[in-house]
């Protein structure tokens, strides 16, 4: 649009009466939508929101914003909620980017204008609202005038991958310009990949924060003090950027190269060409010449060139006054690059110049893809948007993820016990060690509630009460009767022997089978005759095998010759002692 471009020239002649700074930029069509949408996502994050807003309310709050600000009568709709709030943040960013959009231009034209030599109104407000609504097409850059050589290999490059391409390119060198625009960083930060994502952006936004400073300032002062501080003055090991180092110092790296172009070499058409040939190297630095990425690179390297020769050419001949050979006057106080280490003034005349131009293009036709989260990046895959990049990732809050069978499944393997290198072994005394309970997963095993796992050592069973006098009467008997038998080498001696070893061990184990040995025709009380038939079967069992259970096993001895049971009641009944007798004999024998 030619009127817009004469306004903007205009501007650039006069800006320094209004403006204190020369470095300062112009906002086009698509980065005032982008910060419109970066504005109310932050207005939503105040208010207790996500860092996120739907793309139809970014395109109302579009039309209130150009119409209130353009002076002209709002829409039949209504305003949003937070508008106010949302201008406010709006007006903030560019006032801290050291930006203007086109709005601003046109307002600022007025008071800048001269009279004698600037039309009175190129462009009125309802012109630049149909203009900035993308409702006028309006073809983006005079390159049809610009002859070029036809090529064999016609490569078809996508224009969505082009436009992006080209706005790394103007976004590198309006960094050379004006190092406060935060956006221009945002879009070069991680082109190429330098393995600075969302979290090492987020970190600089927040020392950007703290330090209240740009972004730009926050990175290349971290870099400096880890390059150049000393003992005390080197940021601390705790800083977050600590652990983007080496990404960091190489974007700082890659813009000094670009300073060091620009500083050195004094012929705008030449340091153009350097500058543009240096970012294009580092875009497609290990891609293919197939790519989409080296075939849009190329081609917008190609263009940006002759373009950069044009303008020094036009400025040129208005320095010249037309030919004239007259020298240019002396460069005033507020002239471009003035008290800076670096020269190329003339350089970044026509560098801002380009980027003008590029602000005077048309809206992009596609709003949903300019402001998507998933738009296609310079990587070729699926990427993060601006306002993805300014979102600060998501903290853990603890929850798991996974279903909730797999984190039962992993509490149960924890519970698990771990196998034990070193086996413990028991002694013959086993039974009087405490076991130690069963482990969950045991308990666990039983597929339901009505099989119990049984025990290993049951508890012993309630012994009836029986009269003190009885049971040293028993105690003597037994004595008497293995004393006797242990003399006998016979064989009749030998069965009453090993029916009574059953009787003598089961004095160390349970107490209850005590009444149950070779001597049954012992007089009982009521309650010992009446035993259960389970104890009566556990005795006999006992009695086959020889022994107590804590009694090491013994070898099996040939089967003694089965005795009448009239023999075997006459020998127990000679052997029996009357009442009394046990404790004379004792007493005697002392």
């Known amino acids: 649009m030619d009127r817009l ?15 204190r700074s020369e ?57 949003l909620e937070n508008y106010d709030l949302i201008l406010k943040a709006y007006e903030s960013f560019l006032k801290r980017s050291n930006t203007v959009d086109l709005v601003d231009i046109l307002f600022m034209y007025k008071q800048l204008r001269l009279v004698d030599l600037d039309p009175e109104e190129p462009v009125s407000p309802i012109q630049l609202f149909e203009f900035l609504s993308g409702n006028v097409e309006v073809s983006e850059l005079p390159d049809s005038s610009v002859p070029s050589t036809p090529s064999s290999k016609s490569r078809s490059c996508s224009p969505q991958v082009k436009t992006a391409v080209r706005r790394v390119f103007c976004s590198y060198l309006n960094l050379l310009v004006n190092t406060k625009n935060d956006l221009a960083l945002a879009l070069t930060l991680d082109v190429p990949s330098r393995a ?35 003992k005390g003055y080197a940021p601390a090991e705790s800083d977050p950027l600590r652990k983007h180092v080496k990404g960091l110092s190489d974007f700082v790296q890659f813009l000094d190269n670009l300073e060091e172009i620009l500083g050195e070499i004094p012929d705008p058409s030449v ?15 290990g891609r293919s010449s197939e790519d989409a990425v080296y075939a849009a690179a190329g081609e917008t390297t190609k263009e940006l060139k002759e373009r950069i020769c ?74 993060t948007s601006v306002l993805m990049l300014f979102r600060s990732p998501e903290v853990s809050t603890g929850c798991s993820p996974e279903p909730l069978r797999n984190r039962v499944q992993s509490r149960l393997d924890l519970l698990k016990p771990k196998p034990k290198d070193i086996r413990v072994i028991r002694s013959q005394f086993a039974c009087t060690y405490k076991d130690e309970e069963l482990p969950l997963n045991r308990v666990l095993e039983f597929p339901s509630t009505s099989q119990v796992p049984t025990c290993v050592h049951p508890a012993p069973k309630t012994i009836p009460a029986v009269d003190e006098e009885e049971c040293s009467l028993d105690l003597e008997e037994d004595a008497t009767t293995a004393k006797s038998t242990s003399g006998c080498p016979n064989r009749e001696q030998r069965g009453v022997q090993r029916g009574a070893a059953p009787a003598l061990g089961q004095r160390s184990g349970n107490a209850q089978n005590r009444s149950s040995g070779p001597a049954g025709n012992r007089k009982k009380t009521g309650k010992l005759q009446t035993q259960s038939k389970s104890n009566k079967r556990k005795q ?9 259970e804590n009694e090491p096993p013994q070898k099996k001895q040939p089967a003694a010759v089965k005795m009448p049971a009239k023999a075997v009641g006459k020998a127990s009944s000679k052997k029996k002692l009357i009442a009394g007798q046990g404790k004379l004999t004792s007493f005697f024998r002392v």
């Open 5 to 19: 471009k004469v306004m903007i020239k205009v501007f650039r002649r006069e800006c320094h009466r209004v403006l």
């Open 23 to 79: 470095r300062t930029t112009i906002y086009g069509a698509d980065e005032m939508l982008m910060l419109l949408q970066l504005a109310m996502a932050e207005v939503n994050k105040q208010h207790g929101a996500e860092f996120k807003v739907a793309l139809s309310d970014v395109l109302m709050a579009w039309k209130h914003l150009l119409l209130d600000k353009l002076h002209l009568p709002p829409p039949n709709f209504a305003r």
């Open 196 to 230: 600075l994502g969302r979290q090492a952006f987020t970190d600089v936004k927040h020392a950007a924060q703290n330090n209240n400073t740009s972004l730009f300032l926050a990175v290349t002062s971290f870099v400096r003090a880890v390059q150049l501080g000393g």
């Open 271 to 285: 340091c153009g060409a350097r500058l543009v040939a240096a970012i294009r190297a580092a875009l497609v630095k």
């Open 310 to 383: 044009q303008l020094h050419q036009i400025q040129k001949q208005t320095a010249n006054g037309s030919g004239t050979g007259i020298s240019p006057a002396r460069p005033k106080a507020y002239a471009v690059n003035h008290a800076t280490a670096y020269g190329g003034r003339d350089t970044v005349k026509v560098l801002m110049a380009l980027l003008d131009e590029e602000a005077s293009a048309p809206l992009c036709q596609n709003k949903a893809d300019l402001l998507s989260e998933d738009q296609p990046v310079l990587s070729g895959a699926e990427g």
């Open 540 to 548: 006999v069992d006992l009695d086959q095998h020889g022994g107590s």
